[in-house]
């Protein structure tokens, strides 16, 4: 045989380590450990917020005025509607509609107004604006004539208006002097 010809035999391959064998069962358990029993870092974190969160709701609870009750002053509007009623005059063009200003049998001053969703009649009383009366929009109508337009409202002005309604130069003068 000659040296220099590349040998053809077949050889044996080299041998390798062989694979691990890894358990199914034992992964699936360890990682059932893991999910029951989250790493306590984040148990840690979870607490923390859950605090806060309860501290921040029992706090806004507190600091927000209950606005309805059983009392003279119980039905006091939102400061959106409030501001409207301290500053439009009446037919002037906005997001709250302010209709009609008179005064009461009381002599309180009241509006009527329209909101997106509510329309009504508020007087004013203490500094603040009451409601006094009130029913749901119906969005399909764009008109603020009166409280919102319907017979109810109409005839809620009514039972409460003493005399005739405010002009434009009495609402001025009296958003001038802050509506007292």
């Keep these: 045989m000659d040296d220099d010809q590349p040998d053809d035999t077949p050889r044996p391959l080299p041998r ?3 694979a691990p064998v890894i358990s199914l069962v034992a992964v699936r358990a360890e990682q059932a450990q893991r999910i029951e029993r989250p790493p306590r870092h984040r148990l840690g974190w979870a607490m923390a917020i859950a605090v806060v ?4 709701l029992v706090a806004g609870h507190r600091l927000t005025p209950t606005t309805i ?14 501001r409207a009623l301290d500053s439009r005059l009446s037919g002037q063009p906005g997001s709250i509609g302010v209709a009609l200003s008179f005064r009461d049998r009381g002599g309180s001053v009241c509006r009527s107004f329209v909101a997106q969703h509510l329309g009504g009649v508020a007087c004013r ?25 319907d017979p109810a409202s109409a005839q ?25």
């Excluded at 969160?53 to 921040?56: F, K, V």
């Excluded at 009392?71 to 400061?79: C, F, G, R, T, Y």
């Excluded at 604006?129 to 764009?142: C, G, I, S, T």
């Excluded at 002005?157 to 509506?179: K, S, T, V």
């Design 69 to 82: 009750g059983d009392s003279d002053d119980a039905l006091i509007l939102s400061p959106a509607i409030a």
């Design 53 to 56: 969160l309860l501290a921040g």
């Design 16 to 18: 390798r380590k062989p």
């Design 125 to 149: 009383s203490h500094g603040l604006w009451l409601l006094r009366y009130a029913a749901p929009v119906d969005p399909q109508h764009d008109d603020f004539s009166l409280a919102g337009g």
């Design 156 to 180: 809620a002005i009514a039972a409460m208006m003493a005399g005739h309604p405010l002009d434009r130069a009495a609402e001025q003068m009296a958003i001038a002097r802050g509506w007292r």
